[in-house]
């Protein structure tokens, strides 16, 4: 416990940005409807790992099932495994919004980046945080606010484009 204690307190004093969010490449390979849940699509994404990631995302209204399979996608990876409607969802598929949310589309990544390559952003070189921490610092409160779109369409935080190796 004392270790925690240590780490929770050097998280306070560095500043809270986009590099505490591990976000990886990733392709979607299975999408299914949630049986139970009007708005969800499950889906089972590779993102480098052993296995592939199951992750729930809430895009009924903005895709077609048929669009999702092999779509090359960002996944939010530091957080934590939460059931939504009893489908365990393990990290967060990154899309953007127009300001009044009627038209949500994925944050995609360039085409020669590799699955499970991480995304960064030029000046912010930190350490991804812990899931616990995500949560317990409600950093994403703090960062995703600063997380928006340019006039041609790439991802950007404080002005700054997400950017991989491609």
Known sequence: PKKEKKQDAALTSDEIDISKLDIRVGVIQKAWV??????????????GEDEP??????????????????????????????????FAS?????CAATEDGGKVQFVEPPEGAAIGERVT???????????NQIIKKKMLDEIFPDLKTDGSGVATYRGVPLSTSA
């Open 53 to 86: 990631r199951q992750i729930a995302s809430g895009l009924r209204a903005h895709y077609e099932l048929e669009e999702l399979e092999g779509k090359r996608v960002l996944v939010l990876t530091n957080l934590k495994s939460r059931k939504l409607v009893g």
């Open 121 to 131: 952003v030029a000046g912010y070189d930190g350490e991804p945080a812990t899931e």
């Open 90 to 94: 393990h990290g967060m598929v990154m």
């Open 34 to 47: 949630h049986p139970e849940a009007d708005k969800l699509y499950c889906e089972m994404i590779d993102i």
